[in-house]
């Protein structure tokens, strides 16, 4: 534990046991930043936020409401927004002629207008810059068969965060996306 981040605070959108989105708000938790965890499922929020130390707050990403309710309780609770953690995602694994428009429709929600719609809310939360990260994946610059909406989507959200970068960089903001490869998540272990 380190307080190289004491006086920082973050937002991580994504969380539940044992994901990239848990193990992001820990290291912040170890490194002194103050965190709120979110994610769509209260049990699961409330389990991280328990085990690190932090706040929690239910919030589905697909919901402008509850998008407005997770920013606005940020700046409440610390007064500002440091860092802004997206780390929502849908695995959908589907060829790509069965990918029905419900699918779509989902997954470019979950993917790309709900991550949008956070980054603007938190473009105007963070008047003096700050870190906008975005848990992207490899899969969004590499091909694999099965993945074209999950892949697809996460290109697109990808390219919103070099736009976000290139508009306020210069403000002090430093959108950053981030590729992991596969990660032995919940969800990745449960598909072996």
């Given at each position: 534990?380190?307080?190289?981040?004491?006086?920082?605070?973050?937002?991580?959108?994504?969380?539940?046991?044992?994901?990239?989105?848990?193990?992001?708000?820990?290291?912040?938790?170890?490194?002194?930043?103050?965190?709120?965890?979110?994610?769509?499922?209260?049990?699961a929020?409330?389990?991280?936020?328990?085990?690190?130390?932090?706040?929690?707050?239910q919030?589905?990403?697909?919901?402008?409401?509850?998008?407005?309710?997770?920013?606005?309780?940020?700046?409440?609770?610390?007064?500002?927004?440091?860092?802004?953690?997206?780390?929502?995602?849908?695995?959908?694994?589907?060829?790509?002629?069965?990918?029905?428009?419900?699918?779509?429709e989902?997954?470019?929600?979950?993917?790309?207008?709900?991550?949008?719609?956070?980054?603007?809310?938190?473009?105007?939360?963070?008047?003096?810059?700050?870190?906008?990260?975005?848990?992207?994946?490899?899969?969004?610059?590499?091909?694999?068969?099965?993945?074209?909406?999950?892949?697809?989507?996460?290109?697109?959200?990808?390219?919103?965060?070099?736009?976000?970068?290139?508009?306020?960089?210069n403000?002090?903001?430093?959108?950053?996306?981030?590729?992991?490869?596969?990660?032995?998540?919940?969800?990745?272990?449960?598909?072996?």
């Amino acid at each position: 534990m380190t307080n190289k981040l004491s006086g920082k605070t973050a937002i991580v959108l994504g969380v539940a046991p044992g994901n990239v989105g848990h193990a992001i708000a820990r290291r912040y938790a170890d490194d002194g930043a103050a965190v709120l965890v979110a994610g769509r499922r209260p049990d699961a929020v409330a389990a991280v936020a328990d085990e690190i130390g932090a706040q929690g707050q239910q919030c589905d990403i697909t919901s402008e409401a509850d998008l407005d309710r997770l920013v606005e309780h940020a700046r409440n609770l610390f007064g500002h927004i440091d860092v802004g953690v997206n780390a929502t995602g849908w695995g959908l694994l589907a060829p790509f002629e069965e990918t029905t428009r419900e699918d779509l429709e989902r997954m470019a929600a979950v993917q790309f207008t709900g991550p949008f719609q956070f980054f603007q809310r938190l473009v105007a939360n963070m008047p003096n810059g700050g870190s906008i990260i975005q848990i992207s994946s490899v899969t969004a610059s590499i091909m694999f068969e099965n993945h074209a909406a999950y892949m697809g989507t996460k290109a697109g959200i990808d390219h919103v965060i070099r736009c976000i970068a290139n508009e306020y960089g210069n403000g002090g903001s430093a959108p950053t996306p981030s590729l992991p490869a596969a990660s032995r998540t919940p969800r990745c272990r449960a598909a072996d």
